[in-house]
DNA sequence: TGATTTCCTACCATTATGGTAGTAAAATAT
DNA sequence: ATATTTTACTACCATAATGGTAGGAAATCA
């Protein structure tokens, strides 16, 4: 039950353009790379995962980067977390549509269904702006 | 994000034999592999998570197997998991003393704390006994 | 033109997951 | 006594995920 860098890190990056949301600039994942000490390379594949959304806006070459496409108070994290992580879900029969069978087995699915609500809820509340603001 | 196959598991038998508490007999873990649908070898693996506790007592042989040592109320869920999955802090940094200085990477620290906390405090409060009656 | 930076595809070492197999030792049933 | 049952313990292993690295193409700017 741990949150993995590629999460972490991820978040790292949102957080630092977040932070230069207002200055309009782009910011370079090389400059993320060494203010923050992750490899260039690693934060490179770790924007993949931001592929398909909307969440940036992009430019190369010199002077270019990345910066945040809205309002740091757009971006809620638990769709930053879907991005990285993928389903969050903490046991996978959660999403399945048919409960399992098994005799005690599906006892706990509450438990987890308990816990995963706890989290969702949490992070469905919180934006970008509510971390900066801290 | 997830409770593995060795927490679920793990914490199928413990509700097993909370049930069969009241009986006071020894359940096999044949018996519950049968029951449950999960391979007896693999039921061994995950009782040796709980080799340095008291939490069974156990029998060999014929009609031999474990059975609780306490009443199911005695049984915290956030104990039950540390055994299971080892430290179940969702960051590693959590539990290192000393704060890392990473320029943004410790804004986040905020946020996995909190969530840890708000797992944490959930788990603490919930005894195998809460799980059964429901 | 040269440097910079995103964008994209491979590759890889290490660890964790999710098991299986085999055997010894203890306890019970016959 | 012996056979059976069951815990107890060690070793092994396939697959997937983690946590990266390497290299190059394409775009952009000074």
Same mark, same amino acid.
């Given at each position: 039950?741990?949150?993995?860098?590629?999460?972490?890190?991820? =978040?790292?990056?949102?957080? /630092? =353009?977040?932070?230069?949301?207002?200055?309009?600039? *782009?910011?370079?994942?090389?400059?993320?790379?060494?203010?923050?000490?992750?490899?260039?390379?690693?934060?490179? %594949?770790?924007? =993949?995962? *931001? %592929?398909?959304?909307? /969440? *940036?806006?992009?430019?190369?070459?010199?002077?270019?980067?990345? %910066? =945040?496409?809205?309002?740091?108070?757009?971006?809620? +994290? $638990?769709?930053?977390?879907? %991005? +990285?992580?993928?389903?969050?879900?903490?046991?996978?029969?959660?999403?399945?549509?048919?409960p399992c069978l098994k005799k005690n087995r599906c006892v706990s699915r509450i438990l987890w269904?308990?816990?995963?609500?706890?989290?969702?809820?949490?992070?469905? !509340? $919180? !934006? +970008?702006?509510?971390?900066?603001?801290?």
């Open positions: 039950m741990r949150i993995s860098t590629k999460g972490r890190y991820g =978040l790292v990056i949102m957080i /630092y =353009l977040a932070r230069e949301y207002n200055t309009g600039r *782009f910011v370079s994942l090389k400059e993320i790379s060494e203010s923050e000490e992750i490899s260039l390379k690693y934060l490179e %594949k770790i924007m =993949l995962n *931001f %592929k398909d959304t909307d /969440y *940036f806006i992009s430019s190369r070459g010199s002077e270019g980067g990345y %910066k =945040l496409a809205h309002s740091p108070k757009e971006y809620n +994290l $638990k769709d930053i977390f879907e %991005k +990285l992580e993928g389903n969050i879900e903490i046991v996978s029969c959660l999403n399945e549509g048919v269904k308990d816990i995963n609500n706890l989290i969702n809820d949490y992070l469905s !509340t $919180k !934006t +970008l702006e509510d971390l900066i603001k801290r």
